[in-house]
């Protein structure tokens, strides 16, 4: 039974008799050593595979070339924000200029390029190269993998947008602005990144995990986020200029940005980026946070299923 | 300078799979929009303009530019086998030419053509408005072409560099800096636009023709001979 069954000493047998020998099934014991090690089990993989996928998105781990996209990124979102408070400092403002929320949907474009660069290089990249089925081999489940790898592009996303902000609340409360009043718009700001990462990272991840080829997956995501975007907005210039303000509301459902734009404006006290700076009805309201929770769910639902089939 | 061997090839590369259908995509949502507008407001000529020149060459044309103008060249040096079509006696220019009139092609198709029905759609063609966009989408078609593909064999990252020019450039600092302007091709083909149609259609350019006329041969020139050169000393660069 055992497999370490030692062969036969062939130096000192005749040349017939060695070649009649070597033709049988015999398994050589060449001294590798089997682990006996503890074995760290599938939430220590996910834990790894999370952290891995997070710091790729920041090209920490990754080739000084990768490093200069994501860099240059986060540089280009956080510089404005720092500008911000300075100009706020200097001239003795009562408040910032730009609200939290709003200065997130400003940046929307530099957000977007992070995202279409990051997730198709943390997703379709193992698609790629077929390191999908290794992972699965291991004690990690699918579910797992697409947990892990979504949570690591909400949480890469969710810092890309909350370290503006939070150096905006420092910056204001350093230039002496209102404290209670900073510390609401900064906690209804980073409440509003955690929902605009959560829904981006889901649309992204869910693009990313269909196609294999990167620049495909980079230019999908881009169209998905800003084609409905400016087409919202054309529209609502329409709605506005034809004297139809009721629609506004309800053609801001139609891209994530605008709907993310209605949510802050109505319930995160920010301003409306919408035509006349128009804020949602209670009717839309709930719509609007009924059609966010729906979408989370639905592409998170979709990105499981397309991990479901074998041989992807 | 034109051959049919490396055009088919590309036409292929371009159309071939799921790029066809994002082609496809985004036109058939101008042309329904387009339709829906119409159908709610009534033909009107500021909303013609603001649809067209808000969406349409601002969204539509640079997008379908990119994608066309990189997937000409960039998927082919990006997975080696572009060593295959150079290592044809085929000249070095001719299929940068051909790749180009290729990519220009499908943009023109993809965009230029749906630009002009969704003009007659939502206006019929009042102030020639539909034909000045559709015109400035055509040129604006050929200048993004020749840019991306040059882009295409520059970088490996040639599709975020595209996006970001076409989305931080033109839309972002083209709306803030003044002088941002004139180094856009969107601008250049508005410039042609305004000439094109009627004198009350609201279509506006930062640039004056004669600018814009000679921005754009330069930029479509220059970044076609620039691309040639480049295919010429192209290194094939490992995965990162």
Same mark, same amino acid.
């Given at each position: ?21 070597r033709g049988q ?5 060449i001294?590798?050593?089997?682990y ?40 280009a ?8 408070v ?7 403002? +009562?408040?910032?200029q ?29 698609l790629?190269?077929?390191?999908t ?10 579910s797992?993998y697409?947990?892990? +790898? ?7 996303l ?5 370290v503006?902000?939070?150096?905006m ?56 986020i ?7 907005s054309?529209?609502?210039g ?8 009721g ?19 109505r ?17 839309q ?10 979408l ?7 990105l ?9 | ?17 799921r ?5 496809? $995509?985004?036109?058939a949502l ?17 909303v ?26 960039g ?9 295959y ?23 023109a ?13 939502l ?6 408005i539909?034909v000045?966009?559709? $015109?400035?989408a ?19 990252h ?10 931080i450039?033109e839309?972002?600092?083209g ?19 305004e ?22 041969a ?23």
């Open positions: 039974m055992s497999p370490d069954q030692t062969p036969a000493p062939q130096a000192t047998a005749s040349g017939g008799a060695a070649t009649a020998e099934n015999v398994i050589h014991n001294g590798y050593r089997g006996e090690g503890p074995r760290l089990g599938r939430s220590y993989a996910r834990r790894a595979l999370f952290s891995q996928s997070l710091r790729g998105t920041y090209g920490l781990g990754r080739s000084a070339k990768s490093k200069v996209l994501p860099l240059l990124l986060f540089a979102v956080c510089i404005p924000a720092a500008i911000l300075a100009v706020a400092a200097l001239t003795k403002a +009562k408040e910032l730009v609200g939290y929320a709003e200065y997130v949907l400003l940046m929307q474009p530099l957000l977007g390029i992070y995202l279409a660069a990051a997730a198709p290089q943390a997703i379709s990249m193992d790629r190269f077929k390191t089925p290794l992972y699965f081999s291991r004690p990690m489940e699918r797992d697409v947990a892990a +790898k979504y949570a690591a592009l909400s949480a890469a969710f810092l890309f947008t909350a503006p902000v939070l150096i609340y420092i910056g204001a409360l350093l230039a002496k602005l209102d404290f209670g009043d900073q510390t609401e718009g900064a906690v209804q700001g980073l409440v509003f990144c955690a929902l605009f990462a959560l829904l981006h990272a889901a649309i992204a991840a869910w693009i990313a995990a269909l196609t294999p080829r990167r620049g495909f997956g980079v230019a999908a995501i881009i169209v998905a800003t084609v409905p975007y400016f087409l919202v054309a529209l609502q329409i709605a506005w200029t034809s004297d139809n303000n629609a506004i509301g309800w053609l801001g459902l139609g891209s994530p940005g605008t709907l993310l734009d209605g949510v802050q404006s319930f995160l006290g920010g301003r409306s980026g919408f035509p006349d700076e128009q804020t949602l009805t209670g009717a309201g709930a719509v609007y946070l009924v059609v966010l929770a729906a989370i769910v639905c592409f998170c639902t979709l499981l299923r397309r991990y479901r089939k074998a041989g992807l | 300078m034109y051959n049919p061997t490396v055009a088919r090839l590309t036409w292929r590369a371009l159309l071939g799979r790029r066809a259908l994002i082609l496809c $995509v985004l036109p101008l042309l329904v929009v387009a339709a829906a507008v119409r159908a709610m407001n009534g033909a009107d000529d500021a013609t303009s603001q649809l067209l020149g808000g969406f349409a060459l601002a969204t539509l044309v640079p997008l379908i530019g990119v994608i066309a103008g990189t997937g000409a060249i998927p082919e040096i990006d997975d080696g086998s572009v060593v079509l150079l290592s044809k006696p085929v000249g070095r220019t001719s299929i940068i030419v051909t790749k180009l009139l290729v990519a220009a092609g499908t943009t198709v993809f965009a230029a053509v749906p630009v002009l029905v969704a003009g007659f759609v206006n019929g063609n009042s102030q020639q539909a000045a966009y559709a $015109v400035a055509t040129v604006a078609s050929l200048a993004y072409s020749a840019l991306f593909l040059l882009l295409g064999t520059v970088s490996r040639a599709v975020v560099i595209g996006l970001v020019y076409a989305l450039w839309a972002l600092i709306s803030l800096v003044p002088g941002a302007k004139t180094l856009s091709v969107q601008q250049w083909a508005l410039a042609l636009a000439k094109v149609a009627g004198s009350g259609a609201d279509i506006s350019s930062s640039v004056a023709v004669p600018t814009a006329v000679v921005l754009l330069v930029v479509t020139g220059g970044g076609t001979l620039f691309a040639g050169q480049k295919l010429r000393t192209l290194t094939l660069a490992g995965e990162e």
